[in-house]
């Protein structure tokens, strides 16, 4: 684990600005930066950075957050991914927690692995562009595919030499360890003597999501030989090919970006989709879909479109894996190309222009599709036709949306002329036979197979209470550390015996202000996150006098970084309007702390007094009300009205 001096250098050091500044174009707008969002598609800039804050937020997505959270968001590295990430940036040196010897031996060999694979990667690659054989053999097949170099290069494509030992060897003499190098499954090694693996085929690095090397997928060239077309990566401490996704690192953004998948069979399917601009594209390597896979995926977006292969073989074999996106709660359609096309084959054929309409006209529903494609094969047998039905049924079996399934279970029933209630009966036995395989858990969908109507719905109500938590927080994260002058009401009483307050003025840091009137009214959030963060404030004012806004934007609670920032953000959001160009000078709410801290503090006591008087008068409808009830209603209605009188209210 990385320690906390070290996280806090890499955050005192990385500017967001910079770091954002790689993956978006941005321009000055006062204080801030301002660009279009790289989270959706829009035309006028709703994405803004913040220097001196040293925070950012998309106000098309609501996302925000710090330098870290915008990679974990934009690159979808884990938190410690990012941090390693802006350590390379600012060479800073990382120092992890004192670990035990196996777990240091663990990481070690883990970071090892990857090294020699990224080693592997470079000279593999080298060998493609710059030895004879290399551009001979494997540079000239990737042109012939019509890959143009930006792709080879985009994709670190690479040739093994059609030799025993010359990776191997070259490895070795650079200070690789032979260990490493059978351990990454790239040398073989048989007694005293170590072959290449890879030998005279082309080589795809196939990528983790951050974009460390976990292995190759190699294609032999010379098919006079009797070895596999196709060779993989031995399974390894950190290659299992059912847990990764060819393409994954390059698709990401596009994926996260356009809300959808494209899932395809080969490597090749993805880079020519890429080449053709179509970059929101995975592959699951020729290997049968698992649910790691699909959870990848669903990372980044809940919809998936399957492009098929044209034969008939193929689309029944890749139909069996989409049950298990079903499973995953995933939209899934498919589309498949024509005259017994594949992806790579027909985006050959056709313009960009051409490929990127086919891709989003044609898309079918994968339950409809199904039924079209097996009502073929049943035909008029009664049997087959049976055997169709308990095989539809089973895929919308497994989706989580109990409504989802209701509306396929009708559509199932016009599309194969079978009624509604055989279809609702044969469903529910099949969920109970897959509950009961799982343990015999209870369901109590299997006897309510029908849509209950909602019955009229009132809009949710706005809580109040957390609303003026909310500008409470905001008001100690802008406004905190200034002084203010504050007027104290001391209750006297007027001339005919009513309480009445009298006016006193005195100056006061803000966040003092706020925290000596909650603590005077012994007020404790609702909301966790406003209460961690006002737990935080009080925590630095009682240590430093001072509250440090920066150590609450980067805090390593994430929920009280991302709070703060959004909190933060929200502020600045008129300057995406540009209002200076059009002459309409905005305000500073400086100007006017004493009135704002005034009357969020006032609001939130009239709030927390109307509760206390519901609260009360709601026992009166169990017993009879005494008479300290009766005063104590009547003394907390003169105190809210109080309030109201100060707030320029109507009671």
Not at 334 to 361: H, N
Not at 413 to 419: E, I, R
Not at 430 to 449: C, F, H, P, T, W
Not at 475 to 485: D, F, H, S
């Amino acid at each position: 684990m990385i320690i906390r001096s070290t996280i806090d250098q890499i955050f005192e050091t990385a500017r967001v600005e910079e770091v954002i500044g790689e993956f978006v174009q941005l321009k000055k707008s006062g204080s801030n930066f301002k660009g279009l969002s790289p989270f959706s598609e829009e035309k006028t800039p709703s994405f803004m950075v913040s220097p001196v804050k040293q925070i950012w937020k998309d106000f098309s997505s609501g996302k925000g957050g710090n330098v870290v959270s915008f990679l974990m968001e934009h690159e979808h590295y884990t938190y410690p991914e990012a941090l390693r990430w802006l350590a390379k940036k600012y060479n800073i040196e990382i120092e992890e927690t004192q670990l035990d010897d196996e777990q240091k031996k663990v990481l070690d060999e883990r970071e090892s692995m990857y090294v020699v694979s990224e080693y592997a990667r470079d000279y593999f690659h080298d060998i493609l562009f710059n030895n004879e054989q290399g551009k001979a053999i494997g540079l000239s097949y990737f042109k012939e595919r019509g890959y143009r170099e930006e792709t080879i290069k985009k994709f670190q494509l690479g040739y093994a030499l059609n030799e025993w030992e010359a990776f191997s060897k070259n490895a070795l003499s650079k200070g690789y360890e032979l260990k490493y190098l059978e351990k990454t499954g790239l040398t073989i090694v048989k007694t005293d003597r170590q072959f290449d693996r890879f030998k005279g085929r082309v080589l795809f690095p196939i990528h983790s999501m951050s974009g460390r090397v976990l292995g190759f997928g190699g294609r032999i060239l010379n098919m006079t030989e009797k070895a596999a077309k196709y060779l993989n990566s031995p399974t390894s401490e950190i290659y299992d090919k059912s847990k990764v996704l060819y393409g994954i690192y390059y698709a990401k953004q596009s994926i996260a970006k356009e809300n959808n998948c494209y899932l395809v069979e080969g490597y090749t399917d993805v880079i020519t989709l890429h080449q053709a601009g179509i970059e929101n594209v995975v592959a699951s390597s020729g290997t049968a879909l698992t649910s790691d896979q699909i959870r990848l995926i669903k990372r980044l977006t809940p919809n998936i479109t399957v492009l098929f292969d044209g034969d008939a073989a193929g689309i029944r074999a890749s139909m069996r894996g989409i049950d298990l996106i079903l499973e995953q709660g995933m939209n899934v359609k498919v589309l498949t190309f024509p005259d017994g096309d594949d992806p790579d084959s027909y985006a050959k054929k056709v313009s960009s222009e051409e490929l990127a309409i086919y891709l989003s006209d044609n898309p079918k529903d994968f339950i409809k599709f199904k039924i079209s494609v097996l009502l073929k094969e049943a035909q008029s047998d009664p049997v087959k036709k049976a055997d169709l039905v308990r095989d539809i049924i089973h895929s919308v079996s497994v989706i989580p949306d109990r409504i989802q399934r209701e509306i396929y279970v009708k559509e199932c029933a016009n599309l194969m002329d079978v009624s509604e209630e055989v279809l609702f009966s044969n469903l529910a036995q099949q969920i109970a036979k897959s509950l009961q395989d799982k343990g015999g858990v209870r369901y109590q969908e299997i006897r309510q197979m029908e849509v209950v109507k909602k019955q009229h719905q009132e809009l949710p109500k706005i809580n109040q209470l957390e609303k003026y938590e909310r500008e409470i927080i905001k008001i100690l994260l802008l406004y905190g550390n200034q002084k203010a002058e504050f007027i104290d009401w001391v209750e006297g009483k007027d001339s005919r015996g009513n309480l009445k307050l009298n006016k006193e003025i005195y100056e006061n840091i803000v966040a003092q202000e706020i925290y000596l009137n909650l603590q005077e009214d012994e007020v404790a959030f609702t909301n966790p996150s406003f209460q961690n963060i006002y737990n935080v404030i009080i925590h630095q004012l009682n240590q430093e006098q001072t509250i440090d806004i920066q150590h609450l934007s980067q805090h390593e609670e994430s929920s009280i970084a991302e709070v703060t920032s959004h909190i933060l953000m929200d502020d600045e959001k008129y300057q995406l309007s540009d209002w200076e160009s059009r002459n309409i000078i905005v305000k500073p709410k400086e100007a006017h702390i004493t009135k704002l801290v005034n009357d969020v503090v006032l609001n939130l006591r009239r709030i927390l007094i109307a509760e206390k008087i519901n609260e009360i008068t709601e026992k009166f409808k169990e017993n009879k009300p005494i008479r300290e009830d009766l005063e104590e209603v009547m003394n907390y209605t003169q105190l809210r009205k109080l309030l109201f009188d100060r707030l320029h209210r109507v009671v």
